[in-house]
């Protein structure tokens, strides 16, 4: 079985050099004008926190997700961080979320002195289960004038944070039904899911607010960076005020009313962010069919399966994922550290899915409801290696 894994890898990305390494994710600013629009702000002195750049990274934002607004921050954590706090959510309130996520989504919640609390994942997706989300609620939450409360810990339930996870749509149609049902603001986690749509809405639209990032990693990088995309004029002006100090317009009195935070993006890296969005249509098409050259080469493979992007969904495709199918979770864990062993020994740096956030030592305390599906999946999702440059003929 690890030989037919192997084979199939080496049929999509063919063999890592010596001295050069296949990763996970790759960037690329080859074809793009990056050049010409970082060497504008260089030539103008605008290399801040403001200029041209910035506004037309968000309008780009804007066009090509839908948004009626986007405001562009230094990273994806800080842009989750923000979105919450717009939303209302502040020390000792708890966010549910899922346990199957990058660190980040609870590190936002807990950089504002809230506390994570999990929820199971559906299987399909990796998305939040919203059967899942509706029983936790059921079993926890109490209603009283001040708010939703959780009547165990006693603290306030303040919002829903799913996640789309590797670029697939989470099922937000339904977790949008129960969270209002319960009056709870949702805010998405679509950090890894520029280009993603479910039933024609772009992930990050369906709630109050979403985020996304651009870490060097994801589908489209700014080097670091992150934006808040909203339907609301409100929420944008409150995430530009907030992360610029909270300072009241004027021309020269430093007055503010808030205390604000220093997140804006910087020009420098919003016109790395024009030049990639500018590329995007191409990179979205690149993903797509690297995942189908990954599906036509896994077809033959017995005991793994590749995800698939959700009915009614289009997927950016942004990491391709192998799930291991055997019955016992221990043997299925077991055979996906062989290949990762064998892989890694050739330079092919494939990697598991994230350790699942409350077995991290900072979580493991935090409440949570039954998390049996993210247990399970989390020792069987390993992912391959997903820059469009490994398709051959790509680039320039
Ligand atoms: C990348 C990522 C983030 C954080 O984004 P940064 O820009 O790295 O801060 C948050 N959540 C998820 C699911 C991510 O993949």
Known sequence: MNAAILEALHQVCGHALPDRPIALHEPDFRGTRAWAYLGDCLDTGWVST???WVSRFEQELCACTGAEHAVAVTNGTVALRLALQLVGVSASDEVLLPSLSFVATANA????????????????SLGMDPAALAARLEAVAERRDSGLFNRSTGRRLAAVLPVHVFGHPAPLTELKAVADAWGLPLVEDAAESLGSWRDGTHCGLFGAVGILSFNGNKLITTG?????????????????????????PHPWAFDHDAVGWNDRLPNLNAALGVAQLEDLP???????????????????????????????CRSNHWLVTLRFLAQDRAEAEAQRL?????????????????RLLHQLPMYSQAPRGHLAVAEDQACRLLNLP????????WGP
């Open 50 to 52: 403001a200029g041209q």
């Open 109 to 124: 919640v807990a950089h504002l002195g809230a506390t994570p609390h999990f929820v199971d994942v559906e299987a399909g």
């Open 224 to 248: 670091g960076g992150g934006a808040l995309l909203t339907h609301s004029a409100e929420l944008a002006q409150r995430a530009r005020h907030l992360s610029t100090t909270a300072k009241l």
């Open 282 to 312: 191409r990179r979205l098409l690149g993903k797509r069919q690297l995942a189908e050259h990954y599906r036509q080469a896994f077809a033959g493979v017995e005991g793994v399966e590749l995800l698939a992007e959700p009915p009614g």
């Open 338 to 354: 062989q290949v990762l062993e064998a892989a890694h020994a050739e330079g092919l740096l494939l990697r598991p899915v994230w």
């Open 386 to 393: 997903s820059s469009p440059q490994l398709l051959e003929g």
